[in-house]
């Protein structure tokens, strides 16, 4: 069975200092990857996926297959940074499309 | 302007009564869901459907029932059989093709059972 994997449900670090939110997937077919993220009284919300290869907010992720990986990654932390993120996996399950989601980090930039 | 739109926001039931929260969306998409997200636990997918009068079990749906009447409609209806309903429910949608599995959300129907 497919699953996504967040082994932090915290991360804290200082403003300025890089960021890295960890996911592993476990999927024997084509995956299709993606980050959400969920600001404060914001709806949650898509940030990235794998297939653009795209940069947004200053945050990127590189699907590795070898390792099963999809980790967020982000130079320098902003404050604005502050929210819940979401790792998902997007599948063909007998013809429909499903998303399952892992349990979410939550990150927190100390000014 | 183009949205999920759930209602109500905010709900309170009391043991043994059944209760049904509305999604509905004007974005063409043919996939829904519904997810129920609880601290610690991330989002949990209870119900998704692809087409019109056709839907699929997620994970959860033990205790829950939906219908897919309209495109733009996936009502979910919380039983007397869940036995934890208290939670936070989301709706999404998405267009239903490989590699356009992104969602768009709803804000959420907050369910406290008294």
């Known amino acids: 069975a497919q699953r996504v994997t967040q082994p932090e449900k915290l991360l804290s670090v200082f403003k300025g200092a890089p960021v890295e939110l960890k996911c592993n997937y476990s999927?024997?077919?084509?995956?299709?990857l993606f980050w959400y993220v969920q600001y404060s009284r914001q709806r949650l919300q898509l940030l990235l996926r794998?297939?653009s290869r795209e940069s947004i907010k200053g945050f990127t992720a590189d699907l590795n297959k070898g390792e099963t990986s999809f980790h967020l990654k982000k130079p320098f932390a902003q404050e604005e940074d502050s929210a819940m993120y979401y790792c998902?996996?997007?599948?063909?399950?007998?013809?429909?499309?499903?998303?399952?989601f892992g349990i979410g980090t939550k990150l927190q930039v100390i000014p | 302007d183009g949205g999920i739109t759930q209602s109500p926001k905010y709900l309170f039931r009391k043991e043994g009564q059944n209760v049904t929260l509305s999604c509905e969306q004007n974005?063409?998409?043919?996939?829904m869901y519904w997810y129920r997200q609880d601290p610690g636990q991330g989002l949990r997918l209870i119900y998704y459907?692809?087409?019109?009068?056709?839907?699929q079990k997620g994970d959860i749906a033990e205790g829950y029932s939906v219908s897919r009447e309209k495109k733009e409609s996936f009502p979910l209806t919380v039983t007397s059989a869940q036995k934890n309903p208290t939670a936070f429910y989301l709706c999404?949608?998405?267009?239903?093709?490989?590699?356009?599995?992104?969602?768009?959300f709803g804000a959420g129907s907050r369910l406290t059972v008294l």
């Open positions: 999404a949608s998405s267009m239903a093709q490989p590699g356009a599995n992104v969602l768009t």
């Open positions: 999927y024997s077919g084509s995956p299709e």
């Open positions: 794998h297939i």
């Open positions: 998902a996996l997007g599948l063909n399950s007998g013809g429909y499309q499903k998303v399952t």
């Open positions: 974005l063409n998409h043919d996939a």
């Open positions: 459907s692809q087409i019109v009068n056709d839907f």
